[in-house]
């Protein structure tokens, strides 16, 4: 027969969520995370303000290429082919 | 640097998104200009940040961007397509940028970490004391998208720079995990590792300006 483990406490969930969110807890910690969770809605709560937090995140927008830049990368190009041209 | 304005939904790098840098490769070896800025449009926001995180200025990012761009046109012939031209791009870039910087730490200190929630918010026996306010159903509406994008990349402003690059590639550009460790030369546990002290400090941003609103 198995011992089992000890249970997870919220000090140590906080810790493995991201691991948890990754995949890449095994499959005991992956139930003792998800029975902890299923039992705790502070930590819970925790959860859904990480998944939160990589979503707003996620909203951040790329700037776009100015068109000053744009024709900097342009010349940089025709430069490129004119060099690229001369060497034999 | 991206900008505090906001999108719908993630930016995950589509289908399309890959299929695009295919066919705009096609055509810049091709020799065509239009297609080579079109790429330099969809890499350079990216690019710069990530240069950002090795050396100490703007203009020194900018130009470790130039010359990968440049390093790119004078190999494109011996790129291959094993991985997707994005990590070739960006592995290249920090190459360079090593070379260029010195901002960068050496390694990842995986002892002092910050916890990700503060000790004195548990109980001795690991249990919450303090615990978490609930902010998810309403952050939006009670603070605007506007302010928790700026709060979000002042956050990441103050992070050490290796951290910061994860983040930022993971969730701001939407590379998996298997890409910003051939980008960056890390393992996969040093990976998570920088990873969850990133998301962690950014959800710690975010609680105490949702708690203070």
Do not use: K
């Not at chain 1, 003792?32 to 937090?53: D, V």
């Not at chain 2, 592995?91 to 910050?114: C, P, Q």
């Amino acid at each position: 027969m198995l011992l089992s483990r000890p249970q997870i406490v919220c000090q140590e969930v906080v810790e493995l969520v991201s691991d948890y969110l990754e995949g890449a807890l095994s499959r005991g910690q992956r139930r003792r995370f998800e029975r902890h969770l299923a039992g705790c809605p502070h930590c819970s709560e925790y959860l859904a303000q990480m998944r939160e937090t990589i979503r707003l995140t996620g909203r951040l927008v790329p700037d776009d290429l100015s068109p000053q830049m744009r024709e900097e990368f342009g010349e940089l190009f025709r430069r490129w082919r004119e060099d690229a041209d001369e060497t034999p | 640097m991206p900008t505090t304005a906001t999108r719908p939904g993630r930016n995950r790098r589509s289908v399309t998104a890959v299929d695009d840098d295919a066919r705009l490769l096609e055509r810049l070896r091709a020799g065509d200009e239009a297609a080579f800025v079109a790429l330099v449009a969809l890499h350079h926001d990216a690019m710069l940040r990530l240069a950002s995180n090795f050396v100490s200025s703007r203009a020194v990012a900018e130009e470790v961007v130039q010359d990968t761009w440049l390093g790119v046109l004078r190999g494109i012939d011996r790129f291959e397509g094993r991985s997707s031209l994005r990590t070739w791009l960006l592995a290249i870039l920090v190459n360079r940028a090593r070379t260029t910087g010195v901002r960068e730490a050496r390694s990842v200190a995986v002892g002092d970490a910050t916890p990700a929630v503060d000790r004195t918010r548990f109980n001795a026996a690991g249990a919450w004391a303090s615990p978490p306010e609930q902010w998810v159903e309403d952050a939006e509406e009670r603070l605007g998208a506007a302010a928790l994008a700026a709060h979000i990349h002042a956050a990441l402003e103050q992070m050490p720079p290796r951290q910061r690059a994860v983040v930022t590639l993971r969730d701001v550009d939407g590379l998996g995990s298997e890409e910003v460790c051939a980008v960056l030369s890390l393992s996969q546990a040093n990976q998570r590792v920088l990873l969850h002290r990133g998301r962690s400090q950014l959800r710690r941003a975010l609680e105490s300006v949702l708690a203070a609103s």
